[in-house]
């Protein structure tokens, strides 16, 4: 069996969280098929921001409904 993973990389917090999608592997199997390739291996990077950072980044006005610590002296 391939050995396929794909990454995905958060460039804020540089988290790497690995995944196993068996559908990216049927497409990869597919288009190195039309391409007469022969794949051995395959590993995705993709690069982003993972959850957190990614509400960090955008400080909306959604993050109001947390009122939990009021921090006003
Ligand atoms: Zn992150």
């Known amino acids: 069996m391939l050995h396929t993973a794909q990454f995905l990389i958060c460039k804020s917090c540089k ?3 690995e995944i ?3 559908s990216v592997l049927n497409t990869l199997r597919g288009i190195c098929r039309e391409q007469n ?3 051995q291996g395959a ?3 993709v690069v982003g921001l993972c959850a957190e950072c990614a509400a960090k980044a955008r400080p909306t006005r959604k993050s109001a409904q947390k009122q939990a610590s009021p921090s006003s002296p």
């Open 15 to 17: 988290g790497v969280t």
């Open 20 to 22: 196993a999608d068996s």
């Open 37 to 39: 390739f022969v794949m």
């Open 43 to 45: 590993s995705i990077e």
